[in-house]
């Protein structure tokens, strides 16, 4: 059973429009959420997280939204470049745990 | 500062047998992780270590052992290997069991 999921497996989206990348999750318990971006032959890098004591936080260009209710998260990249084209990952942790949870990533295409 | 290394960064295996990947760490961090990616299947944790001398399993750790015999170290063992293991495989490491830092990946392809 997928405890993290991101149902859109790719998306593309024009240089300087917005890119929403979306992820739910299905165990309450988790309480830490992060996004990681991998490029091609790479390993993941870290780009943003969030605690589920917060809805948004905010670095730069990249906002996550956590909606706790329905269990959703998103990445909002604002304006999107061609440089973010990549896979990008959520993960979910359960306080304590120290291990995460990734969804299966979503690659995003911006088009120049 | 080279951050995560591992090695070796490509094998191919024939089915049975052994092999061990390195990871190594030079940031000091106390957490370390091994992770497989495959096609469709996002990052599955194989195993892990909160600090020196301890390690834990992760979702997927059949067929694994790992050692974490030096902090900057976390070894992953393939006893006998099977084509089912073929994946590609990052390590990561961590101060505080948050944001993880990972190493480039091992492509392993068993026969």
């Known amino acids: 059973d997928q405890q993290v999921k991101q149902n859109s497996p790719s998306l593309s989206v024009q240089e300087g429009r917005i890119s929403i990348l979306n992820c739910d999750y299905t165990?309450?318990?988790?309480?830490?959420f992060l996004w990681y971006k991998k490029y091609p032959a790479e390993g993941p890098t870290f780009l943003i997280s969030?605690?589920?004591?917060?809805d948004k936080n905010e670095d730069g260009r990249f906002t996550v939204f956590l909606n706790k209710s329905a269990k959703h998260l998103s990445l909002h990249i604002v304006p999107s470049q061609p440089g973010d084209s990549a896979v990008y990952f959520c993960?979910?942790?359960?306080?304590?745990?120290?291990?995460?949870?990734f969804g299966t990533g979503t690659r995003l295409k911006v088009l120049a | 500062n080279a951050g995560v290394t591992q090695t070796p960064k490509f094998r191919v295996l024939k089915t049975g047998q052994s092999m061990t990947l390195l990871c190594a760490q030079d940031?000091?961090?106390?957490?370390m992780y091994w992770y497989r990616q495959d096609p469709g299947m996002g990052l599955r944790l194989i195993h892990y270590?909160?600090?020196?001398?301890?390690?834990a399993k992760g979702e997927v750790p059949d067929g694994y052992n790992v050692s974490r015999l030096k902090k900057q170290n976390f070894l992953l063992g393939l006893e006998s290997a099977a084509p089912s293991q073929t994946s590609v495989y990052f390590c990561?490491?961590?101060?505080?069991?948050?944001?993880?830092?990972f190493g480039p990946g091992t492509r392993l392809t068993v026969t």
């Open positions: 993960a979910a942790s359960a306080e304590g745990t120290y291990k995460y949870i």
């Open positions: 990561a490491s961590s101060p505080q069991g948050v944001e993880q830092y």
């Open positions: 969030i605690s589920s004591i917060k």
């Open positions: 940031m000091n961090h106390e957490y």
């Open positions: 270590s909160v600090g020196e001398g301890t390690t």
């Open positions: 165990n309450s318990m988790f309480d830490y």
